[in-house]
């Protein structure tokens, strides 16, 4: 069984499996020495690294009729939608966040507008802003919603400063070891040494070298929060992060949103032009010939026990001459690939597969799409996001993670008018994020189905009519996405959010020589940046230790 949250260097043996092993590609024929399945973030991230820093060349096959996987945007009525992402950090100014330094070092360009604040709403009269920061004396803004909310504001805000300062070592691997010192295999060892030694000591000390969940640091023996709103506050955000509750959230992602959320100057970040910018400069990156969209992979070919191509859905056969990536979500493995039982050489399928089995999912989304009528909305009045709390977020029955609760709303043309939106209107997203059963909705009849939508929509529109009240009578496009549309359109096993972080990938190695994983299944799992990261290690997996260390 694979080792769960911790890099393979550190607890575990090198897998045989290592990609570094492929023979460099000499070859003249036409084979891509790269297959990237899918054109999530992940490989994209994977496929420009390849190609612009390793110089390989490389095949993206992508299921869909539009690149981006989850951060896709897609038309209707004229409103360029964005399926899912919004919210980043990291991308403006340093330390760059992964996701950023794949863009500066494969030489494309994204503007960034870059913003402080965003909206949280309760139920009742509950109504503030999440100013990022600090204040004139050094001080978190936060600490005045602290003093406003909690009933004991002095041991909360105690509570969260020492939280702030307990956790700042685990920021090392963010703020000082870049991506591309990371590879999918044991050999990271040899990369963090030769260029990175004091980040890679410090890292060495940390509890489970910085890759377990946050519990320590919620619950003890590490730090404890006791204060109730703190600890509601702290797991919404944790669930926005990771499906979760904070003490089953990377410590590693929760110590870094933390820690730059409340930093001096401390800003999120989105693309000018929406997430559609974002994806187009990673495509833009590839050349016409190095992307195929509506190319669904029906397999991955493995010959003994190699990857050595994929055969799509359509018959069609395609070989790589060093192997192939795939950001496709984990679950997809399973139809993948195909164990072949009288093959001694296929072992590794089947450990593999036995490893996906053990890999659990968070929960499902339900999402709410609207194009509204803008006149007389002073967008000046309102937040580019809330998180909206319909049950409220401190109480003893409803949790705070718990279903149809936690709401984000995004309304990003606030701060961008260059978005993909007809004049005079305004779009908005809603979505229950992770936090909705797929099981609900298997199995039922068309009219059960569309009852259901329109039932559990309900929330959604509450939660967009305390943003925008008469948002109904303006509503001229309405789109409501279950888990099933989730499925569907993001290919998304269940339409899960991602794996849970106990059982994440600790690498994207595999017991198949020649096949990589990248995506929010491997460490450090969900949201762009992780996904970066998976994708850049996957891709340096590709060549030796001495040409990664010569490319960056
Ligand atoms: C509503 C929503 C809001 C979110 N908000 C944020 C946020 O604010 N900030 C943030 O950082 N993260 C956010 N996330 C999380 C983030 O979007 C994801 O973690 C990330 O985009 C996942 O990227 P990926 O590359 O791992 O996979 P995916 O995006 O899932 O990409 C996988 C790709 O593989 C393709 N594929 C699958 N099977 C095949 C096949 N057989 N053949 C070919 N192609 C295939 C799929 O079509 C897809 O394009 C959000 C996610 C959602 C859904």
Redesign the pocket.
């Known amino acids: 069984m694979k080792a769960r949250n911790s890099y393979s260097f550190i607890t575990t043996p090198a897998r045989s499996s290592s990609s570094s092993t492929f023979i460099a590609s000499t070859s003249t024929n036409k084979n891509p020495d790269v297959i990237v399945?899918?054109?999530?973030?992940?490989?994209l991230c994977a496929a420009n690294i390849l190609r612009h820093v390793h110089k390989k060349t490389v095949l993206v096959?992508?299921?869909?009729y539009l690149?981006?996987?989850?951060?896709?945007t897609f038309p209707i009525k004229g409103y360029e939608f964005e399926?899912?992402?919004?919210?980043?950090l990291g991308c403006s100014k340093p330390p760059l966040n992964p996701l950023r330094q794949v863009l500066d070092i494969c030489g494309l360009n994204v503007d960034w507008i870059s913003y402080s604040s965003w909206g949280v709403l309760g139920d009742g009269d509950e109504q503030w802003d999440l100013e990022l920061g600090r204040d004139a004396s050094n001080r978190p803004k936060f600490d005045s919603i602290i003093e406003e909310r909690s009933h004991s504001p002095s041991l909360a805000k105690t509570e969260f400063a020492q939280l702030l300062e307990k956790t700042l070592p685990l920021i090392v691997p963010a703020t000082e070891i870049p991506a591309m010192a990371l590879r999918a295999d044991s050999k990271v060892l040899f990369t963090l040494l030769a260029k990175h030694t004091k980040s890679l000591f410090k890292l060495l000390q940390l509890p489970d070298a910085g890759t377990g969940p946050f519990d320590p640091y919620m619950n003890g023996p590490i730090h404890t929060v006791t204060d109730p709103w703190l600890r509601s506050w702290l797991d919404g955000l944790a669930f926005s992060l990771s499906g979760l509750e904070a003490a089953r959230t990377p410590a590693s992602a929760m110590s870094y949103v933390l820690w730059d959320l409340h930093r001096d100057n401390g800003s999120l970040d989105y693309p000018k032009g929406g997430m559609k910018s974002l994806v187009n400069a990673l495509v833009s990156g590839l050349g016409d010939d190095e992307i195929r969209l509506k190319?669904?992979?029906a397999s991955i070919d493995i010959v003994g026990n190699r990857a050595c191509g994929v055969t799509l859905k359509n018959g069609e056969k395609l070989e790589s001459n060093e192997g192939v990536i795939c950001?496709?979500?984990l679950w997809?493995l399973r139809d993948?690939l195909k164990p072949a039982e009288s093959d001694s050489g296929n072992g590794g399928v089947k450990t593999l597969l036995d490893e996906i089995r053990s890999v659990n999912m968070t929960r499902s989304?339900l999402?709410l799409h609207v194009g509204l009528d803008a006149e007389g909305i002073d967008q000046s009045k309102l937040k580019p996001h809330y998180t909206v709390w319909e049950k409220g977020m401190v109480g003893d029955s409803e949790h705070v993670c718990s279903e149809l609760n936690m709401i984000a709303v995004s309304n990003v043309c606030n701060f961008d008018d260059s978005l993909g939106v007809p004049e005079g209107k305004i779009m908005m997203h809603a979505?229950a994020?992770g936090n909705e059963e797929y099981g609900i909705w298997e199995d039922l009849s068309k009219e059960e189905y569309e009852a259901l939508k329109k039932e559990r929509a309900e929330t959604l529109w509450s939660a967009i009519e305390k943003v925008v009240p008469d948002a109904r009578e303006r509503c001229e496009v309405e789109m409501i996405g279950s888990p099933l549309t989730?499925e569907r359109f993001?290919?998304?096993p269940r339409g899960t959010?991602?794996a849970e972080v106990e059982s994440l990938f600790q690498d994207g190695s595999t017991p198949i020589d020649g096949l990589v994983l990248?995506?929010?299944g491997i460490f450090p799992g969900?949201?762009?940046?992780?996904?970066a990261l998976s994708g850049v290690s996957a891709a340096n997996s590709f060549v030796g230790v001495w040409k990664q260390l010569q490319n960056y």
């Open positions: 399945i899918g054109s999530g973030m992940g490989g096959l992508e299921s869909h690149p981006g996987g989850c951060a896709h399926s899912g992402p919004t919210i980043l190319s669904t992979v950001n496709a979500p997809c993948l989304y999402h979505y994020c989730h993001l290919r998304r959010y991602g990248c995506g929010d969900i949201g762009l940046p992780s996904v």
